[in-house]
């Protein structure tokens, strides 16, 4: 069975910092894209972030770029996704998902596979 399991969420209070980790279990991703995918209250999931299988190529929505930093181990089939800077509208559940591809794509449609997604409260 696949499991993509996010971790690291939490409250933290505006400019602080977090570090999102995703752990993949039950097959391996190392030639797929992974993505970061975040959903607000009352807002539809956006994405996020996402990196290309060899950590080559990456690309940020335009709302976290500079702030946020994409990383992935395949090693240890794990995505990172460093949060600087945070600001109270980055706070939403994070989701991590795994590309059908092995290049980066901001569409939700290139995605199969989703974690369950992990809460990040910025406070101001």
């Known amino acids: 069975q696949v499991q993509l399991v996010e971790s690291g969420g939490g409250l933290v209070q505006a400019g602080g910092s977090l570090r999102l980790s995703c752990k993949a279990s039950?097959?391996?991703?190392?030639?797929?894209?992974m993505g970061w995918f975040r959903q607000a209250p009352g807002k539809e999931r956006e994405f996020a972030a996402t990196?290309?299988?060899?950590?080559?190529?990456?690309y940020y929505a335009d709302s976290v770029k500079g702030r946020f930093t994409i990383s992935r181990d395949n090693a240890k089939n794990t995505v990172y996704l460093q949060m600087n800077s945070l600001k109270p509208e980055d706070t939403a559940v994070y989701y991590c998902?795994?590309?059908?591809?092995?290049?980066?794509?901001?569409?939700?449609?290139?995605?199969?596979?989703w974690g369950q997604g992990t809460q990040v409260t910025v406070s101001s």
């Open positions: 998902a795994a590309g059908r591809r092995y290049y980066t794509s901001s569409s939700a449609d290139e995605y199969d596979y």
């Open positions: 039950g097959r391996t991703f190392s030639s797929n894209a």
């Open positions: 990196i290309s299988w060899n950590g080559g190529s990456t």
